[in-house]
């Protein structure tokens, strides 16, 4: 693909005002806790298309690419394998306030790392599965319902209102 950045001087490709350019580089990901659990990636890189536009006084950015994650189901623990695509742009004007700063750059330095990750977490579905038709885990005795036979059963828990029979002592 292209060449390796975790941060990038945009500085370096001296852009006059409503120049642009798209470069094909490799980002190192970091790994994020999401719901509790950590999730990463299987390569240390993914590979992402940076478009870059000069504007009068600062910067139009676009990020994009395909970040294949790996961490724990989020109802049954085994492992799952979901692909987010990333598509997330960031605007940056000195002194065009909040709305025009991007968190990610400063000065000219940009840092692709924390926007690969960010924009990963935030492409995320709500729920992390290892397949859709996950059944997830016993609440009685934590068995995974997706290897567990159709024989798996419990005693039902008596009637609450019994509950005082269970004290009484016959002797």
């Given at each position: 693909m292209g060449a390796r950045a975790d941060a990038f001087d945009l500085g370096q490709l001296a852009l006059s005002s409503g120049e642009g350019r798209r470069l094909e580089l490799e980002v190192p990901f970091q790994s994020f806790d999401f719901g509790g659990q950590?999730?990463?990636?299987?390569?240390?890189?993914?590979?992402?298309?940076?478009?870059?536009?000069?504007?009068?006084?600062?910067?139009?950015?676009?990020?994009?690419?395909e970040v294949a994650l790996e961490g724990p189901c989020m109802r049954c623990l085994e492992a799952a394998h979901p692909a987010v695509v990333v598509d997330s742009r960031e605007i940056d004007q000195p002194g065009g306030g909040e709305d025009l700063s991007s968190p990610y750059l400063s000065e000219d330095e940009l840092d692709l790392s924390g926007w690969v990750r960010d924009a990963a977490a935030l492409a995320l579905p709500a729920q992390i599965v290892c397949r859709e038709d996950c059944l997830g885990l016993c609440a009685v005795c934590g068995e995974n319902f997706n290897?567990?036979?159709?024989?798996?059963?419990?005693?039902?828990?008596?009637?609450?209102?019994?509950?005082a029979l269970r004290e009484l002592k016959l002797d």
């Open positions: 950590r999730y990463g990636t299987r390569d240390e890189q993914v590979p992402a298309v940076l478009d870059v536009a000069r504007t009068t006084h600062g910067w139009s950015l676009r990020l994009r690419g290897t567990a036979g159709p024989e798996h059963a419990h005693e039902p828990e008596p009637d609450p209102r019994w509950a």
